[in-house]
Nanobody, 121 residues
Framework: QVQLAESGGGLVQAGGSLRLSCAAS????????MGWYRQAPGKQRELVAA???????NYADSVKGRFTISRDNAKNTVNLQMNSLKPEDTAVYYC???????????????WGQGTQVTVSS
């Protein structure tokens, strides 16, 4: 079994900052890409930012220059520092990891339960 535990969501005013954290635990052998997705009401889930085990990053255009993703490979954690938040950043944020477990089932995607981020104007 694998669990992705998220923390750090909440309510913040426009222009403020939040930091999301996610810790992966369980029968993990290797983790490739870790990332954050978000889903606003009535919209599809979209990629916010992702980072490979080697440190290469990818950001949605809408968050470039405001959000920073980082990870600790030794601790199986990924963080998302969100600055200059806007009301349009309001969504449920999900942690994602592409990882290999000890179960012999190959590489699979795993998701956290989601954490609400609300930015007031």
């Amino acid at each position: 079994q694998v669990q992705l535990a998220e923390s750090g969501g909440g309510l913040v005013q426009a222009g403020g900052s939040l930091r999301l954290s996610c810790a992966a635990s369980g029968i993990i052998r290797l983790i490739n890409t870790m990332g954050w997705y978000r889903q606003a009401p009535g919209k599809q889930r979209e990629l916010v930012a992702a980072i490979t085990s080697g440190g290469s990053t990818n950001y949605a255009d809408s968050v470039k220059g405001r959000f920073t993703i980082s990870r600790d490979n030794a601790k199986n954690t990924v963080n998302l520092q969100m600055n200059s938040l806007k009301p349009e950043d309001t969504a449920v944020y999900y942690c994602n990891a592409m990882l290999l477990t000890s179960s012999g089932r190959g590489w699979n995607d795993y998701w956290g339960q989601g954490t609400q981020v609300t930015v007031s104007s």
